[in-house]
Antibody, heavy 121, light 110 residues
Framework: EVQLVESGGDSVQPGRSLRLSCAASGFSFDDYAMHWVRQAPGKGLEWVSSITWNGLNIGYAASVKGRFTISRDNVKSSLFLQMNSLRTEDTALYYC??????????????WGQGTMVTVSS | QSALTQPASVSGSPGQSITISCTGTSNDVGNFKLVSWYQHHPDKAPKLIIYEDSQRPSGVSHRFSGSKSANTASLTISGLQAEDEAHYYCCSYAGGLTLIFGGGTKLTVL
């Protein structure tokens, strides 16, 4: 059974940093691209970042580019999101998401339950 | 990059069919066969219901179907059931390893 378990969400002040982690199990992690998708309270889904199976190709939403860094550890079947210079508008539930394919983003076929990040002074 | 355009809400009675549109541009929806659709019930993880414009994942009801014409993708749900009441989101690849979601549509089953 595919499982994606996020952790690392917290309540922080603007300008601080946070590192999200996602532990994957139940599938061959290094065979698939992975993503982070977020949902702000009362808002819709927003794609944040993607990383291909080998970590060589990475994409970011304009809203987080230069502040967030996605990475993966295929040995530990883990996905990460380093979030720097956090803003109040980054407040959201962050989902770790598995892609159907290893390279070009195809579709998000499994989602974790999410970890909440709150940025407030 | 602006979100794909979806109607904020649609409604239908049990047994009826509804269609949700998702309009993008020739840089995203119209340029790749990579539109996907997600069903999202409150306090649950979103669920993939359509991928690559019109493909249905294993286990997803045949009542859900996807199509596309030019820069507009559509999700049709036939034989509406109470459990279909949820938010629905489209998503498209936009090139350069970037993706874009629609704003979401709330489906109400009357």
């Amino acid at each position: 059974e595919v499982q994606l378990v996020e952790s690392g969400g917290d309540s922080v002040q603007p300008g601080r940093s946070l590192r999200l982690s996602c532990a994957a199990s139940g599938f061959s992690f290094d065979d698939y691209a992975m993503h982070w998708v977020r949902q702000a309270p009362g808002k819709g889904l927003e794609w944040v970042s993607s990383i291909t199976w080998n970590g060589l190709n990475i994409g970011y939403a304009a809203s987080v580019k230069g502040r967030f860094t996605i990475s993966r550890d295929n040995v530990k079947s883990s996905l990460f999101l380093q979030m720097n210079s956090l803003r109040t508008e980054d407040t959201a539930l962050y989902y770790c998401v598995k892609d159907r394919l290893p390279t070009v983003p195809d579709a998000f076929d499994f989602w974790g339950q999410g970890t909440m990040v709150t940025v407030s002074s | 990059q602006s979100a794909l355009t979806q109607p904020a809400s649609v409604s239908g009675s049990p047994g009826q069919s509804i269609t949700i549109s998702c309009t993008g541009t020739s840089n995203d929806v119209g340029n790749f066969k990579l539109v996907s659709w997600y069903q999202h019930h409150p306090d649950k993880a979103p669920k993939l219901i359509i991928y690559e414009d019109s493909q249905r994942p294993s286990g997803v009801s045949h009542r859900f179907s996807g199509s596309k014409s030019a820069n507009t993708a559509s999700l049709t749900i036939s034989g509406l059931q109470a459990e279909d009441e949820a938010h629905y989101y489209c998503c498209s690849y936009a090139g350069g390893l970037t993706l874009i979601f629609g704003g979401g549509t709330k489906l109400t089953v009357l």
